[in-house]
């Protein structure tokens, strides 16, 4: 059995580069071009793959033979091992943004190389009862107004909002089965998210959309599988 905890802070301007293709990416509600150009400052904020605390757990059992029962039974619950994976992690971040862009449209020219601007940061998006219908308040941000904030960038930060975090456990048995003296045959029975842990998605974090803040997506539920491995 092996056991891997790690306490970690990742930071950067940018989680990913805009390499190639015609416009840049967005990522998790995160540009990978500066918002500001000539303000790169403003960029410096959590990583996307900061997850704080990070449990990993993996372990190898061999299951103890049955000696009472009939032989044939003893015979098929003998060999087997099972194998274990556990991952537990706090959630990682996002940024809130708006696609629209309003306050860097006329009357003032579109800032060239801009693709989502972020909002003005009222409170922390961070506090409060979260649900999947309301994973954070609306009213901790402020879209910025096309008259009122003309060519302003909203003040608040690059992946400053934390989404759900993760549970999983996947597990297995496996046993050989002897066909001659070179050739083996192997069993494996599979289940993944086998506590059925439903792992949830990030939030939608585009202001504009109706569906801002509410979690649309999910991780798979749990999933059986049976293989075969000949080996000669």
Known sequence: MQISYTYAKLLDYASSLHLTG???????????????PFNLRAEHGPS???????????????????????RWARAMASGWQMHGILVLSTATPFTVYDSRNVSLQAPHPPLSGVFASRPDALSDPNQGRRTRE????????????????????GNAG???VRGPGLANLDVSLT???ALSERARLQLRLESFNVANQTNLGLPVN??????????????P?????????LAF
Request: aromatic share 12%.
């Open 206 to 219: 585009d202001m504009v959309s109706p569906n801002f803040g509410r979690i649309l997506e999910a991780g």
């Open 134 to 153: 309301d994973w954070m308040p609306r009213s901790a941000f402020r879209r910025l107004d096309a008259v009122l904030d003309a060519g302003r960038f």
């Open 175 to 177: 046993r050989w089965f």
């Open 48 to 70: 996307l793959f900061d997850a704080r605390h990070r449990l990993a757990a993996n372990f190898s059992y061999g299951l103890p033979a049955l000696r009472r029962p009939a």
């Open 221 to 229: 539920p749990r999933l059986f599988q049976a293989a075969l491995k």
């Open 22 to 36: 015609p416009a840049p990416l967005l990522i998790s509600g995160e540009n990978d071009v500066a918002q500001n």
């Open 158 to 160: 690059r992946n400053i």
